[in-house]
């Protein structure tokens, strides 16, 4: 069965723009979680969705917001960026809704910000 | 969630089986414990999770203590491939915004050959 695949794995922006990344979850998969990692923070949890409903958000201001589609596949979309947003960010899929935690992760899309 | 503790680092010798601590004091009878790892530039990789019995699967061993208030995740025979970010997390089951995985610092594993 393939993995967690997300595009694209690179990425430079500038200052003020915006971005989308994509995520297919694993086949069957109806839960997809977006995490941002950095240096300073870690892993830090972004937002979960199932069944195309946000379910559960963390604490990241609203610039950055995501969906997802009937078929599971996730975006999450970054405006008005800052050079603070540079970072790896992961999405991972489980099978069902949190709070089942048995995730697995893409190997992420490495945004900088210039 | 459920504070938990870990050593920073832990070394091991190849082949030999890795024993990785946890503390979480605060656990709550219904929550469950989780080890992820991340090996260097790659996402993080679930390994196993047990509410209170020890847990095997074709990664790892679980091993929670009576009182759960501890866990050890045992590496039984570690290669070089074993070296990783280790984290135990305990997600908390009380719903709203602590519905989460939130990741720690975590150990790092370093297999030596």
């Known amino acids: 069965k393939a993995g967690v695949t997300q595009t694209p794995r690179y990425l430079i922006k500038t200052r003020g723009q915006q971005v989308t990344l994509s995520c297919s979850p694993i086949s069957g998969h109806r839960s997809v979680s977006w995490y941002q990692q950095t240096p300073g923070q870690g892993l830090q949890f972004l937002f979960e969705?199932?069944?195309?409903?946000?379910?559960n958000k963390g604490n990241f201001p609203g610039r950055f917001s995501g969906r997802q589609f009937s078929n599971s596949r996730s975006e999450m979309n970054v405006s008005t960026l800052e050079l603070g947003d540079s970072a790896l960010y992961l999405c991972?899929?489980?099978?069902?809704?949190?709070?089942?935690?048995?995730?697995?992760f893409g190997p992420g899309t490495r945004l900088t910000v210039t | 969630d459920a504070k938990t503790t870990q050593p920073p680092s832990m070394d091991c010798a190849e082949g030999r089986a890795a024993n990785l601590p946890c503390n979480h004091s605060?656990?709550?009878?219904?929550?469950?414990v989780y080890w992820y790892r991340q090996i260097h530039s790659q996402g993080p990789q679930y390994i196993i999770h047990g509410l209170k019995n020890n847990e095997t699967n074709e990664m790892a061993s679980l091993i929670i203590t009576e009182d759960r208030k501890s866990s050890t995740l045992i590496l039984p025979h570690a290669t070089l491939r074993d070296t990783a970010v280790y984290y135990c997390i305990v997600p908390s089951n009380s719903g709203g915004s602590n519905y989460k995985l939130t990741f720690g610092k975590g150990t790092l594993l370093t297999v030596n050959p």
């Open positions: 991972a899929s489980s099978l069902y809704a949190i709070p089942y935690y048995e995730q697995y």
């Open positions: 969705y199932f069944s195309e409903t946000q379910r």
């Open positions: 605060t656990i709550s009878g219904n929550e469950y």
